[in-house]
C-alpha cells in the first residue's frame, strides 16, 4: 500500500473504530480493527497516534473477552511521560485502565482509575463516551454493594444512551438497574424492569439471552426455582449467550439449585 495516507484521517478511523466499541457493535468494530491496523502499518505514526492507537485496541480487546470464556489476559502498559500526553489522552488511559481492573475483577483498584478519569471528564466532548464513563462507574459500584451510588451513575448513562438511540447499552443499564432491585428485595420492580427490557432486545440474541439469565437470577432469588431454570434453559438456547462467560456459570446454576 502506498503511503499517501494521512495520520489524520487514521485518527479518524480510529474514533469510528472507538465508536463501535462504545455502541458494542461487534461485528462493525471486527472490520474497523482490521482496517485500523491496515491503515496504522502504512504510515509512519506520531506518539500521539501509536497512544491512541494502542489504547483503543486495548478497550477493544476488552469488548472482545465479553464475547468468549476468558477475561482479558492482555496487560496496558503504562505511559512513562504521561504527563506529557493530551488530557482526552490521559482520560483514556485512566479509564481504560480502570475498565481492565474491572474485568480482573479488581473493584477498588477500578476505582481509582476511574477518580483519575473524572478529573479529565471535562476534556471529553463526547456524549457516548461520557455515558459509558457513568455505565462504568455504576458497574464498578455495584459490585461494591454500593447501590444508591450505582443506581444513580447507570441511570444517567441510560438518559444519554437513550438519547443517541444506543439500543445494546441502554438495555445492559436495565439490567443492572434491575439486578439492584433485586439487591434491594424489591424483586417484582427489577422483573417488571426485565421483562420491558426483553421486549425491547428481541432483535440482539446476545443480550436477549442475558436478560433472560437475569430473570433467571430474579426468580432464583425469589426462591421460585422451577421458573428460574426456565430462564436459564431458555437462555443457553442461544450459541451467543452459551459460549460466553455468562454461558458457563448459568451451566453452573444447574449444577447447584436446590430443586
Given at each position: 500500500?502506498?503511503r499517501?495516507?494521512s495520520?489524520?484521517?487514521?485518527g479518524?478511523k480510529?474514533?469510528?473504530?472507538?465508536?463501535?466499541?462504545?455502541?458494542?457493535?461487534?461485528?462493525?468494530?471486527?472490520?474497523?480493527?482490521?482496517?485500523?491496523?491496515?491503515?496504522i502499518?502504512s504510515?509512519?505514526p506520531?506518539?500521539?497516534?501509536t497512544?491512541?492507537?494502542?489504547?483503543v485496541?486495548f478497550?477493544?480487546?476488552?469488548?472482545v473477552s465479553?464475547?468468549?470464556k476468558?477475561k482479558?489476559?492482555?496487560k496496558?502498559d503504562p505511559f512513562?511521560e504521561?504527563t506529557?500526553?493530551?488530557?482526552?489522552?490521559k482520560?483514556?488511559?485512566y479509564?481504560?485502565?480502570?475498565?481492565?481492573?474491572?474485568?480482573?475483577?479488581?473493584y477498588?483498584?477500578?476505582?481509582?482509575?476511574?477518580?483519575?478519569?473524572?478529573?479529565?471528564?471535562?476534556?471529553?466532548?463526547?456524549?457516548?463516551?461520557?455515558?459509558?464513563?457513568?455505565?462504568?462507574?455504576?458497574?464498578?459500584?455495584?459490585?461494591l454493594?454500593?447501590?444508591?451510588?450505582a443506581?444513580s451513575?447507570?441511570?444517567?448513562a441510560?438518559?444519554i444512551?437513550?438519547?443517541?438511540?444506543?439500543?445494546?447499552?441502554?438495555?445492559?443499564?436495565?439490567i443492572?438497574?434491575?439486578?439492584?432491585?433485586q439487591?434491594?428485595?424489591?424483586?417484582?420492580?427489577?422483573?417488571?424492569?426485565?421483562?420491558?427490557?426483553?421486549?425491547?432486545?428481541?432483535?440482539i440474541?446476545?443480550v436477549?439471552?442475558?436478560v433472560?439469565?437475569?430473570?433467571?437470577l430474579?426468580?432464583q432469588a425469589?426462591?421460585?426455582?422451577?421458573?428460574?431454570?426456565?430462564?436459564?434453559?431458555?437462555?443457553?438456547e442461544?450459541p451467543?449467550?452459551?459460549?460466553?462467560?455468562?454461558?458457563?456459570?448459568n451451566?453452573?446454576?444447574?449444577?447447584q439449585?436446590?430443586?
Open positions: 500500500m502506498e499517501t495516507i495520520s489524520e484521517k487514521v479518524a480510529i474514533v469510528e473504530w472507538y465508536s463501535c466499541l462504545i455502541s458494542k457493535s461487534y461485528e462493525q468494530a471486527i472490520l474497523l480493527k482490521n482496517e485500523v491496523k491496515q491503515l502499518s504510515i509512519d506520531n506518539d500521539k497516534l497512544a491512541y492507537y494502542s489504547l485496541d478497550k477493544y480487546n476488552i469488548l465479553r464475547y468468549n476468558n482479558c489476559s492482555q496496558i512513562d504521561i506529557k500526553i493530551d488530557d482526552m489522552l482520560y483514556l488511559y479509564f481504560v485502565s480502570g475498565q481492565y481492573e474491572f474485568t480482573q475483577e479488581r477498588l483498584s477500578a476505582v481509582k482509575m476511574f477518580r483519575k478519569a473524572e478529573r479529565l471528564l471535562e476534556y471529553v466532548n463526547d456524549e457516548a463516551e461520557e455515558a459509558e464513563f457513568y455505565q462504568y462507574n455504576g458497574l464498578v459500584y455495584y459490585r454493594n454500593q447501590y444508591l451510588v443506581s451513575y447507570i441511570e444517567q441510560k438518559l444512551f437513550d438519547r443517541l438511540q444506543y439500543k445494546e447499552p441502554s438495555i445492559n443499564c436495565q443492572v438497574l434491575a439486578g439492584i432491585h439487591e434491594l428485595k424489591n424483586t417484582e420492580k427489577g422483573e417488571k424492569i426485565l421483562k420491558e427490557a426483553l421486549g425491547q432486545a428481541i432483535d440474541p446476545i436477549y439471552a442475558q433472560l439469565r437475569t430473570l433467571g430474579n426468580k425469589q426462591q421460585k426455582y422451577a421458573e428460574a431454570e426456565i430462564y436459564f434453559k431458555q437462555a443457553l442461544y451467543e449467550h452459551k459460549d460466553t462467560i455468562f454461558g458457563v456459570k451451566k453452573l446454576q444447574f449444577s439449585r436446590p430443586f
